[in-house]
C-alpha cells in the first residue's frame, strides 16, 4: 500500500526544510521525533533512516512500528520557481480504506499535519492538538473549532458550523486549562 501527497510553499527550500525538521517543540509533523506521539494511549517504535540535509533535493526516511505493521516514510523538499514543495510518501499501514483514514482524515494524518505546518510557517503559531498532560484540545475539533497556540495561550481560530458555534464559541476565544 502507498500513499503520495505534495505541498507547495511560498517560501525559500531553506526556511520549510529547516521549520520542519526543527524538534525544539512537539508539533503534527515532527510528533514521531519528539516523544511519546500517542500521549501514553499506544505505543510506536520510531527508526530514523537516511537524512539528506544539503543540495537540490533534500530528504528523510523513517519507519514506524506498531504492533506487527510498519510504515516506511520518505519525505522530500525542493525548491519550485515559488518557494518549496514536501513530497511525502508512505508505504504500508493496512487496507486502502485504513491508509486513506490515516492520511488524509480531518482528525488524523499528514493531510492535517501539512495545514498546520503551512499555519506555523506563515503565521508563526502552532495549531493545539493535545495539552502536554495529553488530554485533548484535538476533541473541540469534533466540534468544529480550529485551535491555535499563540504566546498569550490557546485561542479558537476558525469556527466552522457545528456544535462549537451552537454552544458560542467565536474565533479568537481564550481556552484555559486546570
Given amino acids: 500500500m502507498e500513499w503520495t501527497q505534495t505541498f507547495d510553499f511560498s517560501m525559500p527550500v531553506d526556511r520549510v526544510w529547516e521549520a520542519f525538521n526543527d524538534r525544539s517543540t512537539p508539533a503534527p509533523w515532527n510528533h514521531v521525533f ?12 520510531v527508526t530514523e533512516g537516511a537524512r539528506q540535509d544539503e543540495g537540490p533535493e ?11 505493521d510498519t510504515v516506511q516514510m520518505t519525505v522530500t523538499c525542493v525548491s519550485t520557481a515559488t518557494g518549496a514543495r514536501i513530497t511525502i510518501t508512505r508505504f504500508g499501514f493496512g487496507d486502502d ?3 486513506a483514514n490515516r492520511n488524509g482524515g480531518r482528525l488524523l494524518g499528514w493531510a492535517e499535519s ?3 505546518f503551512a499555519t506555523f510557517l506563515e503565521h508563526g503559531v502552532r495549531q493545539v492538538r493535545h495539552r502536554p498532560a495529553g488530554d485533548g484540545f484535538r476533541r473541540l475539533g469534533l466540534l468544529g473549532a480550529d485551535l491555535v497556540e499563540t504566546a498569550s495561550g490557546v485561542v479558537a ?22
Avoid at 519528539?34 to 517504535?45: A, N
Avoid at 533534500?58 to 506487527?68: I, Q, V
Fill in 34 to 45: 519528539t516523544g511519546d506521539p500517542y500521549f501514553g494511549r499506544g505505543s510506536m517504535t
Fill in 58 to 68: 533534500r530528504s528523510l526516511t523513517w519507519s514506524e512500528t506498531e504492533g506487527d
Fill in 97 to 99: 480504506s485504513m491508509l
Fill in 114 to 116: 501539512m495545514h498546520d
Fill in 157 to 178: 481560530g476558525r469556527v466552522n458550523d457545528g456544535l462549537a458555534r451552537a454552544a458560542g464559541m467565536a474565533a479568537g476565544d481564550f481556552f484555559l486549562t486546570a
